[in-house]
């Protein structure tokens, strides 16, 4: 899935002179966090959130002259003082997994589009992300999730698929990950059924380790020292 098939066309931008007051209207009104600063040709240059005004704006309990004096500092702030120059931005070429790799990577909560020229095309927020991962793999119809240890060699992906299909169980979609186990992998099927306590005692005495999914995700969290 590329990007271009889920992101925002019609993005609503910011001059980069303009006062961040204006910032702060323009993203009230249309209830969104994440604002492009491009210049005239619309080529990229920065990008302002809702963190960055929140981090200039005057504290509600200074009052008086001394409140005057802070709300008029932070009238004269423009959108140049305070915006991220150069952000992090996507292809319209890139994929949802290289979107969702990035997200990790970056914990951005928005990023711009931009085309081979680097001029702004669209913009794809986490919510855009989620959205789309939730269609992918199906998880907008009701069932359940399987974790599934495996030997990580040729066959196995098809045995456990056929072993499920064989119990007339329909897929909503499968993943595989890494598993801490040497030679192991870890195989997630979404199944549409909530019936699957014979399909779990079929792939046991088959010599199928079965996780809570939740488990498998505690194990791989970062450990303290």
Wanted: glycine share 6%; charged share 25%.
């Amino acid at each position: 899935m590329f990007i271009s098939k889920i992101m925002t066309r019609n993005v609503v931008t910011i001059d980069i002179n303009a006062d961040i007051s204006q910032a702060r209207e323009i993203m009230s009104e249309n209830n969104f966090r994440h604002l492009p600063v491009v210049d005239e040709s619309n080529f990229l240059i920065g990008i302002v959130t809702d963190r960055d005004i929140r981090s200039v704006s005057p504290s509600s309990h200074i009052t008086g002259d001394k409140g005057r004096e802070a709300l008029n500092r932070f009238s004269g702030i423009k959108i140049k003082d305070i915006m991220t120059k150069n952000p992090v931005a996507l292809s319209q070429l890139d994929t949802l997994q290289d979107a969702l790799i990035l997200l990790q990577k970056e914990r951005f909560g928005a990023f711009p589009v931009i085309d081979e020229q680097k001029k702004l095309i669209g913009i794809v927020s986490v919510r855009d992300l989620l959205r789309e991962f939730i269609n992918v793999l199906g998880l907008e119809e009701p069932g359940t999730l399987l974790c599934i240890i495996a030997e990580n060699k040729l066959g196995q992906m098809k045995k456990i698929v056929d072993a499920i299909t064989e119990e007339h169980v329909s897929f909503g979609s499968v993943l595989v990950a890494r598993y801490w186990e040497k030679g192991k992998r870890a195989v997630f099927p979404y199944l549409l059924t909530q019936n699957i306590a014979p399909l779990k005692r079929k792939l046991k005495n088959m010599g199928y380790t079965i996780l809570d999914p939740m488990d498998w995700y505690m194990d791989h969290l970062p450990q303290n020292d």
